[in-house]
C-alpha cells in the first residue's frame, strides 16, 4: 500500500512538473506577408526547445525573464511582436528566446546583443517607449554552474566533467520549473532609455564548442 502511494506522488510530481514546463505566452502578428494585426497565437516551451536544439536551464531563464519583463510592457498578456525590441546578453540560450519570443530581429533594428548591462534582457515598447530591464534576483542560479561554465568554454573539462555540469543545470532547470518566474526575476522600469544598437558578430557560440568531446 505504501509503495502505490509513493508511486502515485512521484506521478503526481512528474505531472506537476510537466504541466509547469509547457508554460505558455501569447503573441500577436501580422495575419499574412502583408497582413494586419490580428494573428494570436500561443507558444510554449516545447516550441521554443525545437527552435534552439536542446532544453536547457538558460532557456528556461530566459523564458521566465522574458515572461516577467514582458508582463510590464504588456499587461494584457498578449505579446505584440511587432512591437518590441530586446537587448540580450550574448548566451545562445538567452538571445534564441528573446528573439523568438519578442520576435525582435537585428536586420530590422528590433534586436541586439551586449555585455554592457546589468541583468538578462532590456526590453523596449517601440510605440510608447516604455523598457524593461529583467534581472536575476540573487541566489537563484548556483553559483558553481558559472564556474564550471566558464571552464567548459575554455575547453578545460573531461566528457565525464561535461556530463556532472550537464546534471547541475538540469537540477537548476527543475527548480526554475517548479518556481513561478517572478520568483527569480525581477522587472525593474528604466526611464528615458536611449536605444542604441551596436551590431557585433564575433562572440562565441558557447553551446557548442565541446560539440565533438568524447
Ligand atoms: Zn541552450
Not at 530591464?133 to 568554454?153: H, T
Request: glycine residues 6%; positive net charge; proline residues 3%.
Amino acid at each position: 500500500m505504501k509503495k502505490i502511494f509513493k508511486i502515485t506522488l512521484v506521478l503526481l510530481n512528474f505531472a506537476f512538473i510537466n504541466v509547469i514546463n509547457a508554460q505558455e505566452i501569447k503573441v500577436i502578428d501580422t495575419d499574412f506577408s502583408k497582413g494586419q494585426l490580428k494573428n494570436v497565437q500561443t507558444i510554449n516551451y516545447y516550441d521554443l526547445i525545437k527552435f534552439h536544439g536542446h532544453s536547457c536551464d538558460g532557456l528556461l531563464e530566459g523564458m521566465q525573464a522574458l515572461q516577467v519583463g514582458l508582463k510590464e510592457l504588456y499587461p494584457d498578456g498578449i505579446i505584440d511582436r511587432t512591437n518590441t525590441r530586446v537587448i540580450s546578453k550574448p548566451s545562445p540560450c538567452l538571445t534564441d528566446a528573446a528573439i523568438y519570443i519578442t520576435g525582435g530581429r537585428y536586420q530590422y533594428n528590433s534586436f541586439y546583443v551586449s555585455n554592457d548591462f546589468e541583468g538578462l534582457y532590456i526590453i523596449q515598447r517601440i510605440d510608447n517607449k516604455k523598457t524593461i530591464q529583467v534581472i536575476r534576483n540573487k541566489g537563484v542560479k548556483p553559483m558553481v554552474i558559472d564556474s564550471l561554465g566558464n571552464l567548459a568554454i575554455e575547453q578545460k573539462l573531461s566528457y565525464e566533467q561535461l556530463q556532472d555540469l550537464r546534471k547541475l543545470e538540469e537540477k537548476y532547470a527543475q527548480f526554475l520549473k517548479a518556481t513561478p518566474p517572478n520568483k527569480n526575476f525581477t522587472a525593474k522600469e528604466i526611464k528615458d532609455y536611449n536605444w542604441n544598437p551596436i551590431l557585433k558578430s564575433d562572440f562565441i557560440k558557447t553551446d557548442i564548442i565541446n560539440k565533438n568531446k568524447n
